[in-house]
């Protein structure tokens, strides 16, 4: 290289880390002008007036970087996380961690990018909570948005090479009920460390778990888990009969063929759900696991279509206290089994009689799905029933 074109490059750069360094310290200055976050005193019991204040507990899902990825989870993803930079940026590092075995090490691959991982947290509205996390590096940021107030982040301009901690208090506004926390480095700051991450403060109330959906309507509801074989002649059927259909695919498959989904999922009241990461017997889990499988599966359904799940389908119908909880932590309302099954041929009602009002029926999305899917409509035609969405009658 040339002693020219270095030192105009040299130039170049300079000129952009000083401009950026100086919107740093601009917002900083701006930041540093907010008012305070309320305190924990002022906030109100999460169950309103004259009732018992909820435990505090740490809502982040796996905090410490400790937790292995779950089967068929993307290759190089972070448990519970999500990096701008991917795999390519972020990775779990057993050198030197704060607490455990493992930190999150952060390296931004250019000179535009801050290095972000964040997570969705389920919060309460009206109350007050602490974000912390423990990093190492220099222009380290933690915050929090959606919160429904203005809250500025918590930084450190350097950690002097070894691990410093920052925290940052804020209170949910009255329709907040997830935030997003984020933390990141600065441009051209070169690489960070974080560890043991914390959201101190009240859990969500436990999601409901339900089998059929209490109604007097004459509907039923068709529900398709999995989705690892995808055939034309199911799509055409749903498409041809107008059919709302309740989709609770895994990630895999889901980001294998998206438009497929997209597609068998167009029929107004119909959405797509959450069913785990890997497909795992939770109940066999720990809670913070469970909420990884859960909030991972979440983001998925996110990412691809738009739209987060607010129902959730547990593997094997297997579940727990400890299911109920990490689905609220993961934003999760109702915990969905079902009552009949028509998958592969069978047509087994878990109840005497016909299909009822409000019967949630399993199906699969295997070869057999068009025979099911008719065989399950004419049981509802005899029962006199109508499919109708989930999404229409469970808020």
């Known amino acids: ?16 880390l000083s401009s950026r360094l100086s919107v740093l310290a601009a917002s900083v200055a701006l930041l540093t002008g907010l008012a305070a976050p309320v305190a924990s005193a002022a906030a109100p019991p999460a169950g309103g007036p004259g009732t018992q204040a909820a435990p505090t507990v740490n809502l982040a899902t796996n905090p ?6 779950p089967d068929l989870a993307d290759w190089g993803s972070i448990p519970g996380w999500s990096c701008t930079g991917g ?46 996390a423990w990093v190492r590096g220099s222009f380290v940021h933690l915050g929090a948005t959606g919160t ?25 506004g009255p329709n907040a009920r997830s935030i997003r926390l984020y933390v990141h480095g600065w441009y051209q700051q070169g690489p960070f460390s974080v560890d043991d991450v914390r959201v101190d403060g009240p859990a969500p109330a436990p999601a409901v778990a339900a089998g059929s959906v209490p109604t007097n309507d004459k509907v ?21 009969h107008r059919l ?23 029929v107004p009241g119909s959405s797509i759900q959450d069913h785990s990461v ?78 009822q009002p409000g019967d949630v029926v399993l199906m699969h999305w295997t070869d057999t799905l068009a025979a099911d899917l008719q065989r399950a409509l004419a049981a509802a035609d005899a029962a006199g029933l109508k499919p109708a969405g989930l999404v229409d009658y469970l808020h």
């Open 87 to 132: 795999p390519a940026e972020a990775s779990v590092s057993t050198t030197a961690p704060h607490t455990g075995t493992s930190s999150l090490t952060v390296t931004p691959a250019n000179a535009d990018s801050t290095g972000e991982c964040a997570q969705t947290v389920a919060v309460r509205p009206n109350t007050t909570y602490t974000a912390s």
């Open 278 to 355: 890997s497909h795992t017997d939770l109940s066999t889990l720990p809670l913070e696991r469970q909420q990884v499988e859960i909030c991972d599966a979440r983001d998925s359904m996110t990412r691809l279509f738009g739209t987060a799940p607010t129902f959730f389908r547990p593997p094997y119908f297997t579940w727990n206290a400890d299911t109920l909880q990490a689905a609220a932590n993961c934003g999760i309302r109702t915990v969905l089994t079902a009552d009949a099954d028509f998958s592969w041929g069978a047509a087994n009602i878990w109840h005497p009689g016909p299909l």
């Open 64 to 69: 410490g970087f400790e937790l292995p990825s």
């Open 1 to 16: 290289m040339s002693t020219c074109l270095s030192s105009r490059l040299s130039t170049r750069l300079s000129s952009r």
């Open 220 to 240: 039923v509801f068709f529900t398709v888990d999995d989705g690892w074989q995808r055939t034309p002649e199911a799509e055409r059927f749903i498409a041809d």
């Open 148 to 172: 429904g107030k203005d809250v500025a982040p918590a930084w450190t301009e350097t950690t002097g090479g070894g691990w410093q901690r920052l925290s940052t208090r804020f209170t949910t």
């Open 244 to 266: 709302p259909i309740t989709a609770f695919p895994l990630p895999m498959p889901a980001t294998a063929d998206p438009a497929f989904f997209q597609r068998v999922t167009a």
